[in-house]
């Protein structure tokens, strides 16, 4: 089986952010990146469906800077057996733009399964992962929390509001890895040593004509202050009334 | 003059409260340029009989397109439906909602159209042919101001950021026949496995009750289900160190990872309020927070706080709500 991991490098969101002079991407500074959760637990799911299978392999593929390499390196790391790294001076924020480059890295790859994270948690769109399944014209099942490969059909399970959807489909296909679907492994230093000495491919990403631009970014206003109106239960009756009275929720 | 599409989305013949939402937010942007707003509505035979609320709420043109196939959501032949319609209807803008469904199909749309896509929008606006979106990045903690150029644009909105409102039209019914065969899709949904009956979502509740570490153990986790069930109209949300322990699904995990809900009311019950909590919870109209951590973060976003033992605060509060609500 051959699986491509699409992933991305995100900055660590436990920060409080500044916008950069130019009013329109967030300062760098100080700022660490990391691997994006969602990538993890699709590349832990190639590495799984890998293993099970007892041959195969891992492609990762990822989009920016040279620092993204870091990124790459995390997951060949974990077990991806080789990467591409596609040039851009920086990741878009417009998912067509993004998802162009990917499709036609990817196109020519043979790949049974690509995979995605649902969503990253800077840009927060969540659109590359059906958008190249679109480009590519490949069956799509989104945001899954549970996969099983069996005689090249797929069915997994997806989480939506209040229940979930049980999916069939066939392959190739691309996948969306929602949370829960597994645990991501830590790299072992074995995995760390070896991860130095996989094949890293780089080459310059062709980007499709960006649809979306952002403006202006801006903080958003600090909720007012809010207030301890009291200790215990005692402080009940006065919870009650003031959500009757003044927040009128009751 | 631009028209606009809206995409009702409904499951189980029944429209959901986002579908409304939609058309809501659509009608706004129409009556901007004197436009029209035309509802897409796909479902199996019968759910035409859906048109007239969404005619009550702006529709001009509810579009129906019924068939078997349409039974469950069919990602394939509802994106092919979408797409076709948006482009021959000429639409300037399509609207979505950023639901499970909306994240799937809108993406797709885009895709086919090779069209500009922003999800999870909190307003959109139409200032002569620019169309701008708000989008909040980085978990909530920047905020865009997005344009998206050429036609049509692609926008999903986040539920409950665009309250229904009635605005009643005459609301024309147009069927159209799907595009290809909605049976022959290469997804399928096979099952849709739903909670128990009359539970509320997360997505739509007005009121959420959620629980964090500060339970103890999963059996108390009754505590929070028994002052939601108090309030009647509430939701049941978790946090992330909830979900990982598998004292709830991780489909009730609100923050980063998990949902991003916008409810009247949000009830934190032992959450001390990790950044990426807040992310998912910080636009609630109203919280209140019970933590027995005078520091916690959450008491800094509350609006209502007390500090205490959840295990002496949280029933008195139940029984305080059941007693208000009694007169009701």
């Known amino acids: ?58 492609t990762v593929l990822s989009l920016g800077p040279n620092a993204v390499q870091e990124t790459i390196r995390k997951a060949l790391s974990m077990g991806a057996d080789r990467a591409v790294h596609l040039q851009a001076d920086r990741i878009p924020f417009d998912g067509f733009a993004i998802a162009s480059a990917l499709a036609a890295e990817l196109k020519d790859g043979g790949y049974d399964l690509i995979l995605f994270g649902r969503l990253s948690p800077d840009s927060s769109n969540g659109v590359t992962g059906p958008m190249v399944a679109e480009f590519l014209d490949m069956p799509c099942v989104t945001a899954i929390s549970r996969l099983d490969i069996t005689d090249g059909r797929g069915t997994a399970k997806r989480e939506i509001e209040g229940a979930q959807e049980i999916v069939e489909f066939s392959l190739p296909a691309v996948l969306t890895v929602d949370e829960g679907l597994n645990t991501a492994r830590y790299p072992s230093l074995k995995g760390i040593m070896a991860a130095k000495k996989k094949p890293l491919e780089s080459k310059p990403a062709q980007l499709g004509e960006p649809k979306v631009r952002i403006e202006k970014l801006d903080l958003p206003p600090d909720r007012a202050a809010g207030r301890i109106i009291g200790d215990g239960a005692a402080a009940v009756p006065e919870l009650v009334r003031l959500l009757q009275t003044e927040a009128k929720v009751l | 003059m631009a028209n606009i599409l809206a995409f009702a989305e409904s499951r189980n013949g029944e429209l959901r409260k986002v579908a409304l939402e939609v058309v809501t937010a659509a009608r706004r942007l129409a009556d901007a340029t004197g436009g029209e707003v035309h509802a897409l509505l796909a479902g199996a035979p019968g759910i035409v009989a859906k048109s007239e609320q969404l005619a009550q709420h702006g529709a001009d043109v509810v579009i129906v ?44 749309v885009a895709g086919k159209l090779a069209a500009g896509i922003v999800t999870d929008v909190t307003s959109v606006e139409l200032t002569g042919d620019t169309l701008t979106v708000k989008h909040p990045m980085n978990i909530g903690k920047v905020i865009a101001t997005v344009t998206i150029a050429g036609t049509p644009a692609i926008v999903s909105l986040r539920p409950n950021t665009y309250a229904p409102v009635l605005n009643p039209k005459a609301g024309r019914v147009e069927r159209v026949a799907p595009v290809g065969d909605p049976l022959a899709s290469r997804v399928v949904v096979k099952e849709l496995v739903t909670g128990s009956a009359g539970k509320l979502d997360l997505a ?51 923050g980063q990872t998990g949902r991003l809900v916008s409810p009247e009311l949000y009830v934190a019950v032992g959450i001390s309020g990790a950044v990426q909590h807040l992310a998912g919870m910080k636009t609630s109209r109203t919280i209140v927070a019970i933590n027995k951590d005078r520091e916690a973060p959450i008491f800094k976003v509350a609006d209502y706080g007390i500090v205490g033992d959840v295990f002496d605060v949280v029933p008195a509060l139940t029984a305080a709500v059941r007693e208000a609500r009694k007169g009701q």
């Open chain 1, 1 to 58: 089986m051959k699986i491509a991991v699409c992933v991305k490098r995100v900055p660590d969101m436990d920060v409080r952010f500044k916008i950069a002079a130019d009013g329109v991407s967030v300062d760098e500074t100080g700022v660490k990146f990391e691997l994006n959760d969602f990538d993890a637990w699709a590349v832990e799911a190639a590495l799984q469906l890998k293993e099970k299978a007892g041959q195969g392999e891992v």
């Open chain 2, 65 to 108: 397109c019924e068939h078997d196939g349409f039974t469950k959501y069919n990602p394939e032949a509802v994106s092919a439906l979408a797409a076709e319609r948006i482009k021959s209807g000429g639409y300037r803008a399509a609207l979505f909602a950023t639901s499970a469904l909306g994240r799937d199909l809108a993406p797709r």
């Open chain 2, 204 to 254: 739509e509740a007005p009121v959420i009750v959620a629980g964090g570490r500060g339970l103890k153990a999963k059996e108390n986790f009754k505590l929070v289900e028994d002052l939601a069930d108090a309030f009647g109209n509430a939701a049941v949300g978790a946090t992330r160190a909830v979900t990982d322990d598998g004292w709830r699904p991780h489909a009730d995990q609100i």
